[in-house]
């Protein structure tokens, strides 16, 4: 970290709301360049972390239209002027974590601006019918129109990168598609020192994550419902309510639970669903740090974190009948699935090498933007 030292960074990221895994990154990169001014969309002192906290955060114009901190996504059609405002005239390296428009942040020429690059804009991009698949025909013609200018500026602001890092070999090839850049593939931590196996498990499967609409919690919940086997849900989100509605007796619902519950939480399950398509997905690798296989959809970030048969299984269409299919080949599968492999297979996630890849790339960007600045 010393070749990082007496640099002014900025770090912006698209909102600080919650501590889910684009915001872990983000305090881990505090961690790396010791406490740089954050900046986002909108963000909420309260909801920061120790380390976050220890940097000052700034925020855009939309920060104070009403209800931003709730229903930020509703001005979404302002936010490439809310990235713009920022002024970064002052910094050396600027580092941009996002899955949405804050890559198209204005820096100097001398400026190193770095992008940790989750996903291109999904809701813009390549999963626009995921999101929208349960919007009337005005709400979705209207959305449409929006994205698509969207989709135009995050095209235009990928342009305003130096050097791009994805979480994954999903994310790299979506960059490589979308914007026409290379990346390098660096995981995001995960912190699977917490997590510990438990010599006894309960007889539950689980589901971990926000339920909102491409998690696709309900095909965990009709799953289960129609088989009758225990689920629990952890999590919160718009989808509640709904999925509550679909859900039988063996389905329970536990709403948030806290880090060290859900440690417990994982080490007893008999495996973890994860039936959404994520760039990358913290929540299979907690759930392995735990000793504990993963039934997965088999796109996205679970094939570079879940190896078939020996950490979890897969199911390849987004249907009941699939993931239903998946499960009994599981429970015939037995006691093969050994958690102390399970757990190495973890251990190529921790946040120590995340914080050893990352500052070597850093560096390396760095040492290029100046060397070639300075040969302009």
């Known amino acids: 970290m010393s070749s990082l030292k007496n640099i002014r960074v900025a770090l912006a990221h698209h909102w600080f709301l919650t501590m889910s895994g684009g915001e872990k990154v983000c305090e881990a990169i505090c961690e790396i360049l010791d406490s740089p001014d954050l900046y986002s969309i909108v963000g909420d002192p309260n909801s920061l972390s120790p380390v976050l906290k220890k940097s000052v955060l700034n925020t855009s114009f939309i920060q104070n239209l009403p209800g931003s901190k709730k229903y930020y996504r509703y001005y ?19 580092i941009s974590s996002d899955s949405s ?28 019918h995921d999101y929208t698949r349960n ?19 995050d095209y235009v602001a990928s342009a305003r990168v130096d050097f791009f890092a994805a979480p994954s070999e999903t994310s790299r090839k979506r960059i490589k598609k ?7 593939v660096i995981h995001p931590p995960c912190d699977v020192e917490r997590f510990r196996a438990s ?13 909102v609409d491409y998690k696709r919690a309900d095909l965990a919940v009709k799953a289960f419902s129609q088989s009758g086997k225990r689920l629990l849900v952890v999590g919160t989100g718009p989808e509640l309510n709904a999925l509550k509605s679909m859900s039988s007796r063996n389905v329970e619902f536990l709403g948030w639970v806290d880090d060290s519950e859900l440690s417990g939480i994982y080490s007893r399950c008999k495996a973890l669903i994860f039936p959404g398509e994520e ?41 009941v009948e699939s993931l239903a299919r998946a499960i009994a080949e599981f429970e015939k599968l037995g006691d093969q699935f050994d958690p102390n492999k399970i757990m190495k297979n973890a251990n ?29």
Request: some cysteine; glycine content about 6%; overall charge positive.
């Open 76 to 94: 979404a059609a302002f936010f490439p002027l809310a990235v713009e405002s920022f002024d970064l005239s002052s910094y050396e390296l600027a």
């Open 101 to 128: 428009v804050v890559k198209g942040i204005k820096t100097q020429p001398e400026t190193c601006h770095i992008c940790f690059c989750h996903s291109p804009m999904r809701y813009a991009w390549n999963a626009f």
């Open 135 to 153: 919007f009337g025909t005005i709400k979705k013609s209207l959305t449409s129109v929006v994205m698509s200018y969207l989709a135009a500026y």
């Open 178 to 184: 979308y914007y026409r850049r290379d990346a390098a």
């Open 199 to 211: 010599s006894q498990l309960d007889n539950y499967y689980l589901f971990v994550g926000r339920l």
């Open 279 to 319: 760039d990358f997905g913290i929540v299979p690798v907690e759930a392995q740090a735990a000793g504990r296989p993963v039934i997965a959809y088999g796109k996205g970030g679970a094939l570079e974190t879940v190896i078939p048969n020996e950490t979890g299984v897969f199911f390849h269409e987004k249907s």
């Open 348 to 376: 190529r996630f921790s946040k120590q090498n995340f914080l050893t890849r990352f500052e070597k790339f850093i560096c390396q960007c760095l040492e290029e933007h100046r060397s070639n600045f300075s040969c302009s």
